[in-house]
């Protein structure tokens, strides 16, 4: 019985652990407006580059507010194929934390010009195009786990 007990209580340790990492990447200024030291820049301009090798370059870094939740927003760009990368994020005293179980959630777009994320209940569920006049109104929607991405920001920031 106190075998079981044991491992219980090592069990439920393990998972707060596990699933409650985060690592500070900056800071929110008086305006709320991401401030980053150039450790985190790079970590997370390698982190992008590594986690889309497709070739696109990253071309700002901020926070939005999304529905009622905010995230850090990757903006890159490959030739004419804009992506928006919403990450979410905590901030506890103005330090703003990458979460290791953070989902990164990419909208780019194809024939559609400007692709903007769509909420629901709060969530980014998909990707909307926000130009009447484009060929299509097709924007591309995908889920990645950020858990990559998390390793290798909590790496070079580290180092």
Do not use: H, P
């Amino acid at each position: 019985m106190k075998i079981k007990i044991t491992l219980l209580i090592f069990y439920t340790l393990s998972f707060k652990i596990v699933y409650c990492q985060q690592i500070a990447i900056g800071t929110l200024n008086n305006l709320d407006k991401l401030e980053l030291n150039n450790k985190s820049k790079r970590a997370l301009k390698i982190a992008y580059l590594r986690s889309f090798v497709d070739g696109r370059k990253l071309d700002s870094i901020y926070i939005d507010k999304i529905g009622e939740v905010k995230f850090l927003i990757l903006l890159g760009s490959k030739t004419n194929v804009k992506s928006k990368t919403a990450i979410s994020i905590s901030i506890i005293n103005n330090t703003v934390n990458l979460n290791a179980t953070a989902e990164m959630k990419t909208c780019s777009n194809g024939a559609c010009k400007e692709c903007e994320f769509f909420i629901e209940n709060n969530k980014v569920v998909a990707c909307k195009c926000n130009n009447d006049g484009t060929i299509s109104n097709s924007c591309n929607f995908k889920i990645n786990d950020g858990k990559y991405f998390y390793t290798l920001v909590a790496k070079l920031i580290t180092e």
